[in-house]
């Protein structure tokens, strides 16, 4: 099991950086990259450490192939990468940093899905992205105070990858019934553990307050640690997140990732004989997208994405099997509400 050494998850976390860095014995040089958005961030903590560490403060355009090499080049003389920001600058630095066979720090500026602190990349790669292998955060600095200030948006989407564990967990449980595939009673109830923490707090989970980050993070990592105790993303990953990689595949402007798993999870509830309705409302509490409207997709993208959801890692077995009809799809997606 590859676990993060060190999660801290404070207000003004990022002025501890330094310690961090001691208390993991890192020397040299460091690399911090962070987004566009985010370098008045990055330039922070450039400052913050620059007693006891010199580093280079780099932006990272977009989370594609070619920039990860870029990132990775420009670290082969350092000693870490930190890496500062939501979604893109996080992936791509996480990625350089194995290409540059050096340790990631990751601070999430955002907590928008769980690769703030999970193995995972999601990358670029022909236009589409894909979710590649990387590796465990040595470190995760969580400043409550930055994170609360990110758009609403982010954090609901956060919430929503979370809520994904639902269908994930019963999705690898089939999977062990009817493949005989190896399974993990911690990691499937810890996974649980998480979603469960999110719907009985749905209601409170409210814009700039960081008490509903401390609880948004603090299950992300979770849901992370669950990864690394399965070996695999299984306890966090199953058809709703096939569901979300199609309709990446097949909207033109798809919606954040953590918002199309979180309308994945009522469908495939709904075919696990799960707690749809349940799961809904708590989305609903929360603020998020329930529906195609509110994903901003059309009707027949839905469908499409539902049909072509089983070509997704199709070794993974979840509960789209073979796949559906479009009889199927079309029924699931109007018995849930998803389309009209
Ligand atoms: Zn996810």
């Known amino acids: 099991m590859l676990l993060p050494r060190v999660v801290v998850m404070e207000h003004d976390a990022i002025y501890g950086t330094a310690n961090v860095l001691q208390e993991l014995k890192l020397d040299g040089e460091g690399l911090i990259a962070c987004g566009p958005n985010t370098c008045k961030f990055g330039k922070k903590i450039e400052d913050i450490i620059a007693d006891k560490y010199a580093a280079t403060t780099l932006t990272i355009r977009s989370a594609t192939i070619e920039e990860v090499e870029h990132v990775a080049n420009q670290a082969t003389d350092k000693s870490f990468i930190i ?29 928008s899905h769980d690769g703030i602190a999970s193995s995972r990349s999601s990358i670029h790669c022909k236009d589409k992205p894909h979710s590649i292998e990387a590796q465990t955060p040595l470190a995760v600095i969580a400043d409550t105070k930055i994170i609360a200030q990110a758009p609403q948006r982010l954090l609901i989407a956060g919430c929503g990858d979370i809520i994904s564990n639902y269908t994930a967990v019963k999705d690898w449980d089939l999977a062990r019934k009817l493949k005989g595939e190896e399974f993990s009673e911690y990691a499937a109830t810890l996974s649980q553990m998480t979603t469960q923490i999110i719907f009985n707090y749905s209601a409170q989970i409210k814009p700039n307050l960081e008490d509903s980050v401390r609880l948004v993070v603090k299950a992300l990592v ?53 707690d749809w309705q349940g799961i809904r409302q708590s989305l609903e509490n929360i603020g998020a997208p329930v529906d195609a409207k509110d994903l901003g997709v059309d009707d027949e993208q839905i469908i499409e994405a539902l049909l072509y959801a089983k070509n997704i890692r199709p070794e993974r077995y979840t509960i789209l099997g073979e796949g559906l009809t479009r009889k199927a799809a079309e029924d699931l997606a109007k018995a849930t509400m998803v389309i009209e």
């Open 83 to 111: 890496g500062v920001g939501g979604g893109k600058s996080i992936d791509t630095a996480k990625l350089a940093s194995v290409k540059a066979k050096i340790p990631f720090i990751s601070v999430p500026t955002a907590a």
């Open 222 to 274: 979770s849901s992370s640690v669950a990864m690394s105790i399965a070996g695999s993303s299984r306890p966090a990953s199953g058809s709703e997140h096939k569901f979300s990689h199609a309709l990446d595949q097949i909207a033109p402007k798809p919606a954040l990732h953590g918002e199309q798993c979180a309308v994945g999870t009522i469908m495939m509830a709904y075919l696990h004989g799960g």
